[in-house]
């Protein structure tokens, strides 16, 4: 089973600031496929990036997924108000026999 | 557009019974998968098991299966995740997800569970 991390834990940053966000597999992610996702207070995960970096319908394009094999970033260009969330990253190249999720990423307003 | 609405928060005693639910709506119901995910503060997302409502298909996570059972009724549109005797370790909130080609493209609200004598 492939084991995810994200790196940093937490991130400080300013509204309009750059965010870059790591996740690391602990073996190839066959077919890059590795999906992101934005988890608000009190809300669902939402799909930002799948296919390691492919925006999901309805996703703005300062967020930007790159990476392959082992190593994936999300990067979002200029953080707005509502992008202070936490960011997980999600392994389904073993679909349908399991699915790994990272332990996240929080964003937080410095 | 597609929608996924799970049934409400549940406050229940160890060793109950309890079958929380997941109905779709906006789309062919019985061709996609239905992930359900737990979180909790301990463990993060966890990938619990997966259903195709079509044919009852289903794939349990290592980790869960034995402890809860999934189902699907497709004339409802609904999908279900029941425990026989819960545990108060089976406190969290769970999600159900529509998968498409592996990729969980829309999340359900969350059903919080609390277990607890």
């Known amino acids: 089973e492939i084991v995810l991390t994200q790196s940093p834990g937490t991130l400080s940053l300013s509204p309009g600031e750059r965010a870059t966000l790591s996740c690391r597999a602990s073996e190839t992610v066959r077919g890059n496929f590795l999906a992101w996702h934005q988890q608000k207070p009190g809300q669902a995960p939402r799909l930002l990036i799948y296919?390691?970096?492919t925006r999901a319908t309805g996703i703005p394009d300062r967020f930007t997924g790159s990476g392959s094999g082992t190593d994936f970033t999300l990067t979002i260009s200029r953080l707005e108000p509502e992008d202070f969330a936490v960011y997980y990253c999600q392994d389904y190249s073993s679909s349908p026999q399991g699915f790994t999720f990272g332990p996240g990423t929080r964003v937080d307003i410095k | 557009e597609v929608q996924l609405v799970q049934s409400g928060a549940e406050v229940k005693k160890p060793g109950e019974s309890l079958r929380i639910s997941c109905q779709g709506s906006g789309y062919t119901f019985r061709t996609y998968w239905i992930a359900w995910v737990r979180q909790t503060p301990g463990k993060g997302l966890e990938w619990m098991g997966i259903i195709l409502p079509a044919d009852s298909d289903t794939r349990y996570s290592p980790s869960f299966q034995g402890q809860v059972t999934i189902s699907a009724d497709e004339s409802a549109s609904a999908a279900y995740l029941q425990w026989s005797s819960l545990k108060a370790s089976d406190s969290g909130m769970y999600f159900c997800?529509?998968?498409?080609?592996?990729?969980?493209?829309?999340w359900g609200q969350g059903t919080l569970v609390t277990v607890s004598s």
């Open positions: 296919g390691a970096s």
């Open positions: 997800a529509r998968m498409y080609l592996g990729i969980f493209t829309t």
